[in-house]
């Protein structure tokens, strides 16, 4: 069974800095596309980035496109938000799937259970 553990969430002022992490078993990240989407109250679940097996391949959402960073190593994906804005504000959940390099969350077939950015303004 695939587990994927988010962490480093937490209240950061507008402007600030933050960097989420997504532990899983190496196997899992040896063979799985990574993502990271955001659900902000009511509201539906949005893209936020993905990367690729080998981290070459890198894709980033329109909204956070030259602040945010997505990256990865042999047991982690990294999520470097920089300049975040209360809109930012949002569960930021990982993904893993084996279908490329995706903006939609049904491409998708493993989750984390979330972790809690509050950007306060």
């Known amino acids: 069974q695939v587990q994927l553990v988010e962490s480093g969430g937490g209240l950061v002022q507008a402007g600030g800095s933050r960097r989420l992490s997504c532990a899983a078993s190496?196997?899992?990240?040896?063979?799985?596309?990574m993502g990271w989407f955001r659900q902000a109250p009511g509201q539906e679940r949005e893209f936020v980035a993905a990367?690729?097996?080998?981290?070459?391949f890198k894709k980033h959402a329109d909204l956070v496109k030259g602040r945010f960073t997505i990256s990865r190593d042999n047991a982690r994906m990294y999520l470097q938000m920089n300049g975040l804005k209360p809109e930012d504000t949002a569960v930021y959940y990982c993904?893993?799937?084996?279908?490329?390099?995706?903006?939609?969350?049904?491409?998708?077939?493993?989750w984390g259970q979330g972790t809690q950015v509050t950007v306060s303004s």
């Open positions: 993904a893993a799937g084996r279908r490329g390099v995706s903006v939609n969350d049904y491409d998708y077939d493993y």
């Open positions: 190496e196997r899992t990240f040896r063979s799985n596309v």
């Open positions: 990367v690729g097996v080998s981290g070459v």
